[in-house]
């Protein structure tokens, strides 16, 4: 039995930093989020449920990080069911929508965004330590 509960586990990262995500699911949290970058960069994963490239990424995302919360607020984007909010930020931030996407904003300005196997916790990393962060 200890093998199939190990089996069955899921998503369950113990020992691994669980990360707070904090939930996109308003159009104003796009304004809100813009403003509070201007003192802390803020990072939007955009995740579709449905696709297995999806869910890899973010697997991998979540295995990978290891900043404190005070370094950067972390916003989740379920696009099946706000793919609006995608849209959105697309026009807000002129970037194309891509699935799955991060996305990192400080002083209001996209720094750095990735798509599919590209986003990369350790580049955006690199990208953090040249913008000063503000605690």
């Known amino acids: 039995m200890k093998l199939f509960s190990s089996i069955f586990k899921g998503?369950?990262?113990?020992?691994?930093?669980?990360?707070?995500?904090?939930?996109l699911t308003e159009k104003n949290q796009i304004d809100a989020i813009i403003e509070l970058s201007k003192t802390k960069p803020?990072?939007?994963?955009?995740?579709s449920t449905r696709c297995?490239?999806?869910?890899m990424a973010?697997?991998?995302?979540?295995?990978?990080?290891d900043l404190e919360a005070k370094q950067l607020d972390l916003y989740f984007l379920d696009l099946l069911?706000?793919?609006a909010l995608s849209n959105?930020?697309?026009?807000?931030?002129?970037?194309?929508?891509?699935?799955?996407?991060?996305?990192?904003?400080?002083?209001?300005?996209?720094?750095?965004?990735?798509?599919h196997y590209q986003i990369n916790v350790?580049?955006?990393?690199?990208?953090?330590?040249?913008?000063?962060?503000?605690?």
């Open 52 to 55: 297995g490239v999806s869910s």
């Open 58 to 65: 973010l697997r991998r995302f979540e295995e990978n990080y």
């Open 42 to 47: 803020v990072l939007i994963f955009k995740h």
């Open 88 to 115: 959105e930020i697309a026009i807000k931030f002129q970037v194309p929508h891509q699935s799955p996407q991060v996305i990192v904003i400080q002083k209001g300005k996209i720094i750095y965004h990735d798509s």
């Open 122 to 135: 350790e580049k955006m990393k690199k990208v953090l330590s040249f913008q000063p962060i503000v605690s």
């Open 11 to 23: 998503n369950n990262h113990e020992g691994k930093l669980k990360i707070d995500w904090i939930p």
């Open 81 to 83: 069911n706000f793919r």
